[in-house]
């Protein structure tokens, strides 16, 4: 049994969810996913799974999706990598590959797109991403910055020091980039400059994809 579009549509209208939201996951136009919400277009099988991973992501306390073909995907094991700060900025941790990285289930084309997962630590983010919850990135090669997206930032000191931090990516009235903390915490209500100071690079990692909150 397939994706009914109606269903599909009003799944989507729901808090914590988008049409184009799903878009971005899907790595689909929005016109594409607005076509499948009016039945228009066609959900491919290699869709449905992406569909049913976004849908899963964002259902309270996992709840099964009902409407969508029960064969499943094969789950595979998508890396954890280390730790991210979501309060100022955190030393790199990332798991050493050499030996077997913790993983998390995730549907083998998430996994196969390169995306890997991090360990959020601290308040910052906790209007998105809770501490102690896990968001799944994409790496990022660049090409158009992705503003108004949560991305994972890395900073690299001269003293040879890196370290990384999770914020949403802005550009302010002035035209500047800057790395906006979305948080309930009153120590983190002000933006950190998205620029290179000082003999300081910084850089996108990744994009987040969807977060994970553990039960």
Same mark, same amino acid.
């Given at each position: 049994?397939?994706? @009914?579009? %109606?269903?599909?549509?009003?799944?989507?209208?729901?808090?914590?969810?988008?049409?184009?939201?799903? %878009?971005?996951?899907?790595?689909?136009?929005?016109?594409?996913?607005?076509?499948?919400?009016?039945?228009?277009?066609?959900?491919?099988?290699?869709?449905?799974?992406?569909?049913?991973?976004?849908? %899963?992501?964002?259902?309270?306390?996992?709840?099964?999706?009902?409407?969508?073909?029960?064969?499943?995907?094969?789950?595979?094991?998508?890396?954890?990598?280390?730790?991210?700060?979501?309060?100022?900025?955190?030393?790199?941790?990332?798991?050493?590959?050499?030996?077997?990285?913790?993983?998390?289930?995730? #549907?083998?084309?998430?996994?196969?797109?390169?995306?890997?997962?991090?360990?959020?630590?601290? #308040?910052?983010?906790?209007?998105?991403?809770?501490?102690?919850?896990?968001?799944?990135?994409?790496?990022?090669?660049?090409?158009?910055?992705?503003?108004?997206?949560?991305?994972?930032?890395?900073?690299?000191?001269? @003293?040879?020091?890196?370290?990384?931090?999770?914020?949403?990516?802005?550009?302010?009235?002035?035209?500047?980039?800057?790395?906006?903390?979305?948080?309930?915490?009153?120590?983190?209500?002000?933006?950190?400059?998205?620029?290179?100071?000082?003999?300081?690079?910084?850089?996108?990692?990744?994009?987040?994809?969807?977060?994970?909150?553990?039960?």
């Amino acid at each position: 049994m397939g994706i @009914d579009p %109606a269903w599909l549509k009003a799944e989507l209208a729901k808090p914590g969810r988008s049409q184009s939201a799903l %878009a971005r996951f899907m790595g689909l136009a929005a016109e594409q996913v607005n076509r499948m919400c009016a039945g228009s277009r066609r959900i491919q099988a290699d869709e449905a799974d992406k569909i049913r991973a976004y849908l %899963a992501a964002t259902s309270p306390g996992g709840a099964t999706i009902p409407h969508i073909s029960p064969k499943p995907q094969a789950a595979v094991g998508l890396p954890i990598k280390g730790t991210v700060e979501a309060g100022s900025w955190r030393e790199v941790a990332f798991t050493d590959l050499e030996h077997e990285p913790e993983t998390l289930p995730a #549907p083998k084309s998430v996994v196969d797109s390169g995306a890997f997962a991090l360990r959020v630590s601290g #308040p910052s983010m906790d209007q998105r991403y809770p501490d102690g919850s896990y968001v799944i990135v994409q790496p990022w090669h660049g090409g158009p910055l992705p503003i108004g997206k949560r991305v994972v930032v890395e900073r690299a000191r001269p @003293d040879g020091l890196v370290e990384t931090t999770v914020k949403e990516l802005v550009v302010n009235g002035r035209g500047d980039l800057e790395l906006w903390p979305r948080s309930t915490h009153p120590a983190h209500q002000t933006p950190i400059p998205h620029k290179d100071l000082d003999g300081v690079t910084v850089r996108i990692v990744g994009t987040v994809m969807y977060s994970f909150q553990p039960d």
